[in-house]
């Protein structure tokens, strides 16, 4: 048994292609509704999901398609954890740390970057480890609130 | 998830309506969309956002790719209505305040 696997609440295996992302986000909405989170958590978390799902397509397949996401969703003690997982190339650990986004100025306009400071910003804890054989895992963690 | 992407004139204006989800499979299009017309336009751009169910980071990042074309090319760049999805995701990443926003058209 790896990761606690057969605790998970969801665990859904999706190809890499960015078609498919609709429906993992449709998939995390419908449980965290189950789980009767508030709508505007909902939307927030569903948004963090989706970003932790394209930056794997992104940076670690570098939009290959043909590859697995994995993602397990789990409720614990009143806390959600929201994990992704992929078997692409081991990002640098120092791409998934936290930086406070600043409000950018009319001279500093960059496109992109945004992803994983949108995730820091929607959820309490977000992990990164490298996969048990190879890849990424991104565990997201939030308490709740009501 | 569908993303339909519809261009239309308005005086000087190029409007861009834009109905559906943007995420990382859809943004390509509508980037396409806006980088081809900001250009061609008249006075400037202004994309109709009243429909989008949902955007991620690398539809706000088109729209700053937009905002900087438009900039380059002396032209206006406005936001028509975003959608609550829409403004949610501007405020996460602070580009409330970067963007001119009109509430409705």
């Known amino acids: 048994m790896d990761n606690g696997e057969n605790n998970q609440d969801f665990r859904l295996i999706v190809r890499s292609d960015p078609r498919f992302l609709g429906s993992i986000r449709s998939l995390v909405r419908g449980w965290l509704e189950a789980c009767e989170l508030a709508g505007n958590v909902v939307d927030r978390v569903v948004l963090a999901v989706d970003e932790a799902c394209a930056n794997a397509i992104r940076h670690a397949y570098e939009g290959r398609c043909d590859e697995t996401l994995e993602v397990s969703l789990r409720e614990d003690g009143g806390h959600l954890e929201l994990r992704v997982c992929d078997h692409g190339a081991p990002c640098p ?11 950018p100025t009319a001279d500093d306009l960059r496109p992109g970057g945004l992803g994983v400071p949108l995730m820091h910003e929607v959820f309490d804890e977000v992990d990164y480890c490298p996969g048990i054989t190879g890849g990424n895992c991104v565990t997201m963690r939030l308490k709740r609130k009501d | 998830m569908a993303l339909a992407i519809e261009e239309s004139k308005s005086g000087e204006e190029t409007m861009i309506g834009v109905r559906g989800e943007v995420d990382l499979y859809t943004s390509p299009r509508l980037r396409t969309a806006i980088l081809k017309a900001v250009p061609a336009a008249g006075g400037g751009v202004a994309v109709d956002l009243s429909g989008v169910g949902y955007i991620d980071s690398s539809g706000v990042a088109t729209l700053v790719e937009g905002l900087r074309s ?5 032209k206006t760049f406005t936001l028509i209505a975003p959608s609550p999805a829409v403004m949610q995701v501007l405020e996460l990443t602070r580009l409330d305040q970067v963007f001119e926003v009109q509430t409705a058209s």
């Open chain 1, 93 to 103: 650990p120092e791409c998934m740390e936290h930086r406070e986004l600043q409000p």
């Open chain 2, 70 to 74: 438009a900039r380059e090319h002396g």
